[in-house]
C-alpha cells in the first residue's frame, strides 16, 4: 500500500466508524461517561447526578433539567469539580458538553491546563476567558484578579445556551529531567470546539487560573471537569493516549 492510499484508508475508517485514527492505527479511547457509574471518577463529587440526557429548564434559562437514564453527568449549581481516578501524559480529549445561560465551566487536562467553557456565543472582541480560550493566570487575593488576558481563541465557535457542544483537543504534558526541572512547556497541539480550529501549537508557560501560583507541574496528571462555577452537563467523555 502505497503511502497516499494509506492515508486515504485511514480517513475512511474515521468517516465510518467515528474513530479518530493516526499512522499506528485506531486509538484505545477510555470512555469516562459511559453508563449510570461514577467509577471512573474521584468521590468527591458532591453536586453531580447521571442522568440520560440535559436541557434548559423551561422556567429558568439558567438552569439545566435532567431526563431520565443514564450516561450524561449533569451538575445543577455550584458542586465539587469533578477529577478522574486515572492520570493522564500526553493524550487527546473529546466530550461533549452544554451550558445554560450566564454559566461558566471548564476542562482541565493534568488537572490545571484549562480550556475554558462559557456562555459567550456570538462574542467579537474574544479573551482567554471566553469559550474555547486558554484560561488566564489568576490571583485570589486581596480579591480574584487576572494577571493577564490569557488565549483567545481563533474564532468563535461556541453554540446558544441549551445546545450541545464539542471540544476535542491534543495535549502535551510538559518534561522534566532527571533532577525535577522542567525543560519543556505543557502544550495544546490542538483544540476544536465544534468542528473549528480554535487553538493550534500553544505553549502553556503556567498553569491557569490560580494553579499557576498554588501547585506544582507535573508530567501527568487527571483531567477535571469544573463544577464550581454553576450548571453544566458533560457526555462522550473520552480521553487516549498520544
Known sequence: MTK???????????????????????????????????????????????????????????????????????????????????????????????????????????????????????????SGDDCGGVYPRAVLKPGYTYLDRGIAPLVNAAKPAGEWQTLELEFTSPRFDAAGKKVANARFENVRLNGRLIHQKVDLKYPTGVVWNTKQETPRGPLLLQGDHGPVAFRNVRVAAR
Open 4 to 126: 497516499r492510499a494509506a492515508v486515504v484508508w485511514l480517513v475512511a475508517i474515521e468517516v465510518l466508524t467515528g474513530a479518530p485514527v493516526h499512522a499506528d492505527g485506531p486509538r484505545q479511547w477510555v470512555n469516562l461517561s459511559n453508563g449510570d457509574s461514577f467509577a471512573a471518577w474521584q468521590k468527591e463529587r458532591n453536586g453531580w447526578k447521571i442522568v440520560g440526557e440535559a436541557s434548559l429548564d423551561a422556567k429558568n434559562p439558567k438552569q439545566l433539567h435532567g431526563h431520565a437514564g443514564a450516561g450524561v453527568l449533569l451538575c445543577e449549581g455550584k458542586a465539587d469539580n469533578l477529577v478522574s481516578k486515572d492520570e493522564f501524559k500526553d493524550c487527546a480529549l473529546r466530550c461533549e458538553f452544554m451550558i445554560p445561560k450566564g454559566s461558566n465551566s471548564g476542562v482541565k487536562l493534568n488537572g490545571m491546563y484549562e480550556i475554558q467553557i462559557r456562555d459567550t456565543a456570538g462574542a467579537t472582541k474574544l
